[in-house]
C-alpha cells in the first residue's frame, strides 16, 4: 500500500485498489494483524529470514552435534561409558539414543 501512496493515490483510494476496507488498511499500515486493535507483530517477518537462525535446545537434549560425535565415537569403537564420559552425559541417555536410531539393516547408528 506505500507504493500505491508513493505514486499519488490517497490512503483511500490505496486500499480500494487492494481489495480490503479503509480500516484493514489502516491496520496493515500501523503493523497490527487483527482487527482488535492492539500493536501485534505481524505473522511472518517479510524483514529478515527467521529461518536463518538456529533453534536453541533445551539441555535435556541431545543436539545435532552431540549425535554426530556418538556416531563418531562408535565407528572409532569407544564404548558408550566411554563416549558418555566425553559428551558429559549419563550413559543410560546414550545407550538409549543408539538403541533408538540404530538401522535395523545394517546394525548402525543412524544419527
Known sequence: ???LDEEGMNFTQAAHAVGVSKRTGKAWRNGRTRAT???EKPLVDWYRSTMDKP???HPRYLSQEERIQIADRLRLGDSIRAI?????R???TVSREVE???NPESGGYEP
Open 1 to 3: 500500500m506505500r507504493l
Open 37 to 39: 486493535g492492539r500493536n
Open 55 to 57: 533453534k536453541t535446545l
Open 84 to 88: 558418555a564420559r566425553l559428551l558429559g
Open 90 to 92: 549419563d550413559p543410560g
Open 100 to 102: 533408538r536410531n540404530r
